[in-house]
T-cell receptor, first 112, second 112 residues
Framework: DAKTTQPNSMESNEEEPVHLPCNHS???????IHWYRQLPSQGPEYVIH?????VNNRMASLAIAEDRKSSTLILHRATLRDAAVYYC?????????????WGAGTKLIIKP | KAGVTQTPRYLIKTRGQQVTLSCSPI?????VSWYQQTPGQGLQFLFE???????NKGNFPGRFSGRQFSNSRSEMNVSTLELGDSALYLC???????????FGPGTRLTVL
């Protein structure tokens, strides 16, 4: 099962864009890149996912490198409510035995 | 739609006892996954149930078991509790293996 590597923590100022990187050098062709975040005292929350092309939704954008060995979650205008641990994980929906491996994630600190 | 609910939210047990945790998925979701989250090990996959069948299992001892009912509600059981079982147990439901997971708030288990 493939793994991902993320920085332990990042800081950003409120109302500025945030770029959260993720490395997944062993990604396979059928692995989707998923991002979740976990706010304090809550369960993880789905943010976005993609396969090859960049993706946008109301929460964030996902930029995927051309070789798919890395990706970046972009929060366009961070607020204090975006302070959370962000997890980048790989998911292969074609393999029912595929197990999601959650790393330590990136703790995002937003400074007012 | 109502979100994923987990009961109880908090639980205190002593070593050697057993415990049963309950999870009600989002209506219409047939997949339920369980995770253990500890400060040292992060989020670790326990097992997944789909249509009352265990489809996938993580690397946990046999003391950890689960089941899913015909209404997709799921329970997990931990027998012969150990101090190291103290953790946040999270349940997540999904419409299928191609879809994102929706997490409940978790059950905080403390073993004394």
């Amino acid at each position: 099962d493939a793994k991902t590597t993320q920085p332990n923590s990042m800081e950003s100022n409120e109302e500025e864009p945030v770029h959260l990187p993720c490395n997944h050098s062993t990604i396979s062709g059928t692995d989707y890149i998923h991002w979740y975040r976990q706010l304090p005292s809550q369960g993880p929350e789905y943010v976005i996912h993609g396969l090859t092309s960049n993706v946008n939704n109301r929460m964030a954008s996902l930029a995927i490198a051309e070789d798919r060995k890395s990706s970046t979650l972009i929060l366009h205008r961070a607020t204090l409510r975006d302070a959370a641990v962000y997890y980048c994980i790989l998911h292969n929906p074609m393999d029912s035995n595929y197990q999601l491996i959650w790393g330590a994630g990136t703790k995002l600190i937003i400074k007012p | 739609k109502a979100g994923v609910t987990q009961t109880p939210r908090y639980l205190i047990k002593t070593r050697g006892q057993q415990v049963t945790l309950s999870c009600s998925p989002i209506s219409g979701h047939r997949s339920v996954s369980w995770y253990q989250q500890t400060p040292g090990q992060g989020l670790q996959f326990l097992f997944e149930y789909f249509s009352e069948t265990q489809r996938n299992k993580g690397n946990f001892p046999g003391r950890f078991s689960g089941r899913q009912f015909s209404n997709s509600r799921s329970e997990m059981n931990v027998s012969t509790l150990e101090l190291g079982d103290s953790a946040l147990y999270l349940c997540a439901s999904s419409a299928g293996q191609y879809n994102e997971q929706f997490f409940g708030p978790g059950t905080r288990l403390t073993v004394l």
